[in-house]
């Protein structure tokens, strides 16, 4: 019978197969673009400081991380990023909480919150280093203004749409207030919550990049202009590399989060290695 | 131990605001609900049924007339609500789901999982304890409904029209074994449904509503003696005052609204 009627679907022992091999696609399309790039530098001649080699670039690296110094300017960034999506995330969730009770608040408050958002980051960073002088201070409020958006849009959103139906189950049973937010609104309005904070996270890291390219005497953004003034390219790729990690980074903690929380709603079939 | 009326309903009347001069739902409906008795409510779509039971469940006030509840003490009654979908926290498994209310009640959660899995037995889910909803098919959300309702030990069990979202055979199973249920453990219990076979099959007594308004138009005490199994569906008796049943619930159609020419 199995012969004649072949099963559509994959057995599980293939399946597994497959997930194995996929592993290695990574890391072997990594080393093909890093190869690639030496080719790139090897046949056109550049000079080092318009393209270095990953060669050179490996070498800075190492240099920069024995020394010490990549590790302090990647802190002040990081310091920088997490400070940022802890107040004007914690801004934003409280915001929109308040506002997604109260659509008269919301009223009052759009005009303000759509000029927020219309004013680009970039355009306002040079008045808040004049401001805020150029230590973290300034970068903090950059980053916390870049996040703040999303994650208001993301919470208003996700806490109207807490489905009717499930607000009536646990008005039948009586539930306060507070048993109301901590069992059904916080669990109901987490997905889309999550995505909000995930896009917020990675913007982040533009907010406090800007910052530091306007300003600052610290940090991997100050690190790219001190490469770029003095024509040390590999110096400014080391420090965009340190920003890609962190974003990552940021991106991939708040995703572990998001399997942690929403493993009720995974269905591995839909998972891509992007999301 | 059950001699008295739980719940009695004077001149309930609900009218709904709906910028025409409001819409009557419900209208000087007068009931009363004996203690530990299954009372089935049957009527046609829009007769206010629904409405009925929000009211009585607190989710919605009368415009006028009142319920007055014979608690001991007078404490406020214990009402389990059972909707026509299940209605389940999808982020809580089927256990989590059932011990939701005494978690609410700051029961430990060893306490009520320990509670929790005599009503997994009796629901007959044994075995789906940890499953996610979305896993769950229709008949077997709606046993963890159920099971969610009775668990809070209500004093009155409300189901709305609980089988509706199923099939026919899920649906029959599923009466049977709401009968088997009730059997178990004598709560008072309204059932609203559209199936006169199971409001006969489960109730002690049933009552029809008119189309809107809702009025209550017909009270019919049921006469098959319990223990009752699926079988008397088919006795002579049953199909008799299943006839009389629909004679009584009239679905008019609604009418068609006719377009007319704006006056001048
Ligand atoms: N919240 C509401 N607002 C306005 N009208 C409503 C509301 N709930 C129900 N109705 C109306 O009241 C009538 C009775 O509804 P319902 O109780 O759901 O009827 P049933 O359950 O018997 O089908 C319907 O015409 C319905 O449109
Ligand atoms: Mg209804």
Redesign the pocket.
């Known amino acids: 019978m199995a012969a004649i009627y072949p099963s559509p679907k994959r057995s599980p022992s293939q399946a597994v197969r497959t997930a194995k091999q996929r592993r290695w696609f990574m890391p072997v399309s990594l080393l093909g673009g890093l190869l690639l790039w030496q080719i790139i530098v090897t046949v056109s001649g550049l000079p080092a400081f318009i393209l270095p080699s990953p060669v050179e670039v490996a070498v800075r690296f190492w240099d920069m991380l024995t020394g010490g110094r990549l590790l302090l300017h990647t802190a002040v960034t990081l310091s920088e990023l997490l400070l940022g999506l802890l107040a004007g995330g914690g801004a934003a969730t409280l915001t929109g909480y308040a506002l997604a009770k109260s659509p008269s608040a919301e009223r009052l408050m759009s005009p303000y919150l759509i000029a927020s958002q219309a004013v680009p980051v970039a355009a306002i960073a040079p008045l808040l280093v004049i401001w805020f002088g150029p230590g973290m201070a300034s970068k903090v409020l950059i980053c916390g203004l870049t996040v703040f958006f999303p994650v208001l849009i993301n919470t208003i959103v996700s806490l109207r749409g807490v489905p009717e139906n499930l607000r009536d189950v646990m008005r039948a049973m009586r539930a306060t207030p507070r048993q109301t937010l901590l069992l059904l609104e916080i669990p109901a309005a987490l997905p889309v919550y999550l995505a909000g904070l995930r896009v917020g996270a990675t913007l982040s890291v533009i907010g406090a990049v800007v910052g530091e390219l306007v300003g600052s005497n610290q940090g991997l953004g100050f690190l790219i202009n001190l490469g770029r003034g003095q024509y040390d390219t590999a110096l400014v790729f080391v420090a965009v590399f340190g920003l890609v990690t962190l974003a990552i980074l940021l991106y991939g903690t708040v995703l572990l989060v998001e399997r942690r929380c929403l493993a009720w709603q995974s269905d591995p079939d839909k998972e891509t290695s992007l999301l | 131990m059950c001699p008295a009326t739980l719940l009695r309903i004077k001149n309930l009347s609900v009218t709904?605001q709906?910028g025409n001069g409001g819409?009557e739902?419900l209208d000087s409906v007068n009931l009363d609900l004996p203690e530990c008795r299954f009372v089935a409510v049957l009527?046609p779509?829009?007769?206010?049924?629904?409405?009925?039971l929000r009211i009585i469940a607190g989710l919605i006030q009368p415009t006028s007339g009142s319920l007055q509840f014979n608690t001991p003490e007078g404490n406020p009654p214990r009402i389990g609500l059972v909707f026509q979908q299940a209605n389940l926290m999808p982020w809580r498994t089927a256990i989590q789901n059932i011990t939701l209310p005494l978690e609410m009640q700051g029961i430990s959660e060893k306490d009520a999982c320990e509670r929790a899995r005599g009503f997994i037995d009796l629901v007959g889910l044994r075995g789906f304890e940890n499953s996610w909803p979305r896993n769950l098919s229709g008949g077997m959300a709606q046993r963890v409904a159920l099971a969610r309702a009775l668990i809070q030990e209500p004093d009155l069990l409300l189901l709305d029209e609980p089988f509706g979202a199923l099939d026919a055979l899920t649906r029959e199973h599923m009466g049977a074994e709401l009968l088997r249920i009730w059997q178990a453990r004598e709560t008072t219990v309204m059932m609203?449904t559209h199936s006169i076979s199971e409001a006969l099959l489960l109730a002690d007594r049933v009552v029809v509503?008119s189309a809107?308004p809702?009025r209550l138009v017909r009270e019919l005490d049921v006469p098959f003696p319990r223990p009752r199994t699926d079988e008397i569906r088919y006795s002579p008796e049953f199909v008799a005052l299943s006839h009389d049943l629909r004679a009584s619930i009239k679905e008019e159609p609604e009418p068609i609204p006719v377009a007319r020419k704006p006056k001048k």
């Open positions: 709904f709906d819409l739902a009527g779509s829009g007769s206010g049924k629904t409405t009925l609203v509503l809107r809702g």
